[in-house]
């Protein structure tokens, strides 16, 4: 038996609709490896990772600097742990990772495992910091319309699209959703809100919305005037993919609580980090019961640990920030080509090297059809409903963009024409 038929009979993907991935007609693409931007299937051929392996890798595919780090991590030891232990890795990274911001701010870093733990134990912290610190009435969250922060339940409710998430909105916690400044302005009972959380810059799940230049900026001033504390999901933003390392420093915004992942491994494997503010973390200080009681089995793991540390490593070996700043540029001119160019194309938005093409269709699956149509021309991405989603890792060349941006041009072209 084939490992298709074996997957078709065993596995259970996610976002996935099964039915249709079993049906005898369904033959998937299954990958074997990877060099730089470009993946290879079970068959041998090539395609450019168009969205960076669901938005995880930095470098590429294969990277030698993160490679030899986890194997000499490996010669060490794979995993410790970190619950009443440390380890000089994660002491390294945690001093890194608050290196990016001024010493008065973001100078504490909790480890898990994935963005939704990240969002997780930044609510959970929001919670507790504000019940044991005379706030016990500020308990509630504002989210935006249309945001995603993770699956787990807890950050489940703050997710703002409902087909995802509203069977489980009753189970969770309490959310207010709000689709702008003006809305969150107009909120009658802030005196209840522990935190506002929202994906700076751009909305990665809600098709690629990009917001307004200065509304962060407009939002933590708010926070602040208010005494709601701001949490920030940098778990796809995060790591250079709108320009800059994180995307709040285009604002100037310091968050409470900052969450990270994805990116942290530049792709290779699960971690994140939820930075916070040294008011938030002296809040958890005294008597044990005020202890934060959360935590994950793998919470800093040393091979995780190794390769955040090599990825680091790479922007500043390869001056990747630099390099990022004239892709965007490209990337850029040729999405306005297409957009200019192609009768079937709504809207390009584009935040970095964060790009959605909207196709101009009221037909239902048309986006994945034109992914479909786009691996004929060595490109593989996923839809966000009609958006076309191009997120590729950082290391793509501009003659990798040019293969990139054709194979969309194409495939558009072949479903719509």
Request: proline letters at 4%; hydrophobic letters at 40%; one cysteine or more.
């Amino acid at each position: 038996m084939d490992h298709v038929e074996i997957d078709k009979q065993h596995c259970w993907h996610p976002f996935t609709q099964q039915e249709m991935w079993m049906s005898p007609e369904h033959q998937p693409i299954m990958i074997e490896s990877g060099e730089g931007v470009w993946l290879c299937d079970a068959e041998g051929k090539k395609y450019i990772d168009g969205n960076s392996s669901i938005w995880t890798n930095i470098h590429g595919h294969h990277h030698p600097v993160i490679d030899q780090a986890i194997k000499n991590q490996l010669e060490k030891i794979s995993h410790s742990s970190y619950l009443g232990f440390g380890h000089p890795l994660a002491s390294e990274l945690a001093s890194r990772l608050v290196s990016f911001f001024p010493e008065s701010d973001l100078q504490r870093v909790f480890f898990s495992d994935d963005g939704s733990t990240a969002v997780e134990c930044a609510m959970k912290m929001a919670l507790q910091y504000r019940i044991q610190n005379g706030e016990p009435k500020r308990t509630e969250f504002i989210a935006f319309i249309g945001g995603y922060h993770g699956d787990t339940l807890g950050a489940a409710s703050l997710g703002g699209v409902e087909a995802f998430f509203a069977r489980f909105r009753k189970f969770g916690l309490t959310v207010h959703f709000v689709r702008d400044l003006d809305e969150l302005r107009n909120f009658q009972s802030l005196q209840k809100i522990a935190a506002v959380i929202i994906e700076p810059l751009v909305q990665g799940v809600n098709q690629i919305h990009v917001w307004e230049q200065g509304m962060l900026e407009e939002l933590r001033n708010f926070t602040e005037e208010q005494a709601i504390h701001l949490i920030l999901d940098e778990v796809m933003t995060g790591f250079g993919r709108t320009g800059t390392m994180f995307a709040c420093q285009q604002e100037n915004v310091i968050p409470d609580f900052l969450c990270l992942a994805k990116g942290l491994t530049a792709g290779y494997l699960p971690m994140a980090a939820t930075l916070v503010t040294e008011t938030i973390y002296k809040g958890f200080l005294g008597a044990p019961e005020r202890t934060f009681y959360y935590g994950h089995s793998y919470t800093a793991n040393p091979l995780g640990c190794a390769a955040a540390l090599a990825s680091l490593d790479v922007f500043e070996q390869e001056k990747t920030l630099t390099g990022v700043k004239e892709k965007v540029a490209y990337l850029a001119y040729k999405l306005s080509h297409l957009a200019n160019e192609c009768k079937h194309v709504k809207e390009v938005r584009r935040c970095g090297l964060v790009a959605g093409i909207e196709l101009l269709t009221d037909e239902n699956g048309v986006g994945m059809k034109v992914c479909e149509a786009a691996r004929t021309y060595q490109l593989l991405t996923r839809p966000i409903l009609n958006t076309i989603v191009l997120m590729p890792p950082l290391s793509i060349t501009r003659s990798e963009i040019d293969i990139m941006v054709a194979a969309v041009e194409q495939a558009i072209s072949d479903v719509l024409d």
